[in-house]
């Protein structure tokens, strides 16, 4: 299993960015998918589920109604759009195949600064 975040970057209070995750080395489009983060000195946090096919999500409340979780299984690639951004979305951000994060690829550092 290979899971590579991308699309990180530093971006201003209210500004918007699009997470890619590339996913390979196993069936993703049979697969449930999560984004977690964490913040500086915080533990992982789940963000969001989307099912296999990419019709049933869920997100956390503390980003609800700002992320939103989707999924290209043509290309195997996980998707979080990320609007009205915060200082405290501030965090490396993980896509994963479990929610707890033991089997996540490598991050993508986003930074919510002026």
């Known amino acids: 299993v290979q899971l590579q975040a991308s699309g990180g970057g530093l971006v201003q209070p209210g500004g918007s960015l699009r997470l890619s995750c590339a996913a390979s080395?196993?069936?993703?489009?049979?697969?449930?998918m999560y984004w977690l983060r964490q913040a500086p000195g915080k533990d992982l946090e789940w963000i969001s589920t989307?099912?296999?096919?990419?019709?049933?999500?869920s997100t956390a409340n503390s980003v609800k109604g700002r992320f939103t979780i989707s999924r290209d299984n043509a290309k195997s690639t996980l998707y979080l759009q990320m609007n009205s951004l915060k200082s405290e979305d501030t965090a490396v951000y993980y896509c994963?195949?479990?929610?707890?994060?033991?089997?996540r690829g490598q991050g993508t550092l986003v930074t919510v600064s002026s």
């Open positions: 994963a195949t479990d929610r707890h994060g033991n089997k």
């Open positions: 989307i099912n296999n096919s990419g019709a049933l999500t």
């Open positions: 080395g196993f069936t993703f489009s049979s697969v449930i």
